[in-house]
């Protein structure tokens, strides 16, 4: 079953970037109408629908990344290491785009693989989200619409700061993250998955959710996060908390000079690491040409070694 898994996983791989490399009328800003990839290793949590969402969840693309929007039904894919390879570590994949549509290829497909391939068991995460406008041009004009907060480089894949976790009801998302959470466990054996090893990163909003997860969640106890370009607003830190690796850039609109919930870490008594990079802006995934913030992947890795998570515990 496994083995099986692993051959659906990197097909599916396979015909995605060959769906969404080609075309150059892609790279840009503009926003593309996409057909929904098939998604078969996704698997649905069965945590409920959306109060008041009347549109189906449909997909665009921009700079060249795959995006869904008016997500009512979560779903987990999994990205198994090879055979032999895996190290029992886990990762939940949260992807961002301020709680409105899901960065699913930059921030969630692709680096779910890197994890793989590094002999992580990653899980990408596609929670339910808030309704936006039904068609594409209204929610094309929605998001172009005129906004106080700065704009995003236009690298990102982000162009709207996400509001911070206490500001929206993020009830739906964390039930999300809780179902995600207990699947792995359910099914540890089977996914090769040490129960004691499991994380969370996200990105943007998903860097939001992993924060609210961690902070409010009853029944996730979470081995290490990763808060990728988030808020960095303090914030009060459970006693049980687990250890926290945060990267951001002094150009993403983010930022904003704040080093609050590291500072919370380290008040606490929390291990923490933070890498606050020169340049990379906002959404930048595993990364973008020419930017300092694109070593933070190995920095990860690295981290993950020396906190003894990238090897086999014997026994397990």
């Not at 898994?5 to 840009?28: G, K, Y």
């Not at 055979?83 to 549509?101: C, E, H, L, Q």
């Not at 692709?110 to 793989?116: D, K, N, R, S």
């Not at 209204?138 to 236009?154: E, G, I, K, V």
Request: glycine share 10%; aromatic share 10%; proline share 8%.
């Amino acid at each position: 079953m496994t083995c099986k898994l692993i051959n659906l996983t990197r097909t599916f791989i396979l015909s995605t970037l060959l769906v969404f490399a080609a075309p150059a009328i892609a790279q840009d800003g503009t926003i593309y109408p996409l057909k929904a990839p098939a998604e078969q290793n996704a698997i649905p949590l069965g945590t409920g629908g959306v109060d008041d969402q009347p549109a189906s969840e449909t997909w665009f693309r921009q700079w060249g990344d795959p995006m869904a929007r008016n997500i009512s039904k979560a779903t987990l894919t999994p990205f198994l290491p090879e055979p032999g390879k895996a190290n029992g570590t886990a990762v939940i994949v949260a992807p961002g785009g301020g709680f409105r549509w899901l960065s699913m290829g930059n921030e969630g497909w692709e680096v779910a693989q890197a994890l793989a391939d590094k002999g992580i068991a990653a899980f990408v995460l596609k929670y339910r989200l808030h309704p936006t406008p039904e068609s594409l041009d209204d929610f094309t004009a929605w998001m172009n619409r005129p906004r106080s907060a700065p704009a995003a480089s236009a690298s990102t894949s982000q162009s709207e700061t996400p509001p911070s976790p206490p500001q929206q009801d993020l009830s739906n998302q964390l039930e999300d993250a809780e179902a995600a959470y207990a699947m792995i466990l359910k099914r540890a054996k089977e996914w090769g998955v040490d129960t004691d090893r499991i994380g969370m990163i996200g990105f943007s909003a998903g860097a939001g959710l992993t924060m609210h997860s961690t902070l409010n969640s009853k029944t996730m106890k979470l081995a290490f996060i990763g808060p990728i370009y988030g808020g960095m607003g303090p914030v009060e830190v459970p006693k049980n908390a687990p250890p926290m690796f945060n990267v951001i850039a002094t150009d993403d609109f983010l930022f904003r000079g704040q080093f609050g919930v590291v500072d919370s870490w380290y008040k606490a008594g929390i291990p923490v690491e933070f890498h606050l990079y020169q340049n990379g802006g906002h959404g930048f995934g595993l990364g973008n040409p020419d930017r300092t913030s694109n070593r933070w992947f190995d920095a990860f890795m690295y981290w993950l070694e020396v906190n003894n998570f990238l090897t086999a515990r014997s026994g397990k």
